[in-house]
């Protein structure tokens, strides 16, 4: 029997003391639950595995996703660049083209007329070697050379700029000393 605080004594019935026996089993039935919860090493590891999947499962979609707009901005800068690349190409190609125009213009005929006959002569002698080196060059120098002809056919009008300018140059050497 239980006492009050006043001194009396109460007594407990015997569905208060089962219903007391019930809450006590339930809860001595959680507390067992979760200390056989927290004692199941393998469910646990389960678990976590389960969490770290998903973690990874985030962290690689994220990644993809970053790589895709850094892959992006490179190609965007990548045309960019050529672009600029193309342009400032095209700008250098006519100021070759002028450049060799304003030096034929300025060279005189006499001296125009001696670089017609030098060009001449050294197209027969190229001939002349060409066929020579037909005859007697390896075949793979032969490839190399000819690539290398090839060259300076498609670049052409930049060649015959810097032939404009050295003879513009020797002119004026020449005029100087003389």
Do not use: I, Y
């Amino acid at each position: 029997m239980s006492e009050q605080s006043d001194g009396k004594q109460t007594g407990t019935t015997p569905a208060e003391v089962r219903e007391q026996v019930e809450r006590t089993r339930a809860e001595l039935g959680e507390t067992v639950q979760a200390l056989a919860d927290k004692a199941d090493v393998k469910a646990r590891a389960k678990d976590k595995g389960a969490e770290v999947k998903e973690r990874t499962v985030e962290v690689a979609g994220q990644a993809r996703e970053k790589t895709a707009e850094v892959a992006g901005q490179a190609r965007e800068k990548t045309a960019e660049v050529a672009g600029q690349a193309a342009a400032r190409a095209g700008e250098l190609k006519a100021r070759a083209a002028k450049a060799a125009h304003t030096v034929q213009d300025k060279v005189p005929d006499p001296v125009r007329d001696r670089a017609a006959h030098a060009a001449d002569q050294a197209r027969d002698t190229a001939a002349r070697a060409g066929a020579v080196w037909q005859e007697k060059a390896p075949e793979p120098l032969r490839q190399r050379s000819a690539q290398g002809a090839r060259l300076a056919r498609e670049n052409r009008t930049l060649l015959l700029a810097a032939a404009g300018a050295v003879v513009l140059v020797w002119l004026t050497v020449r005029h100087r000393k003389g």
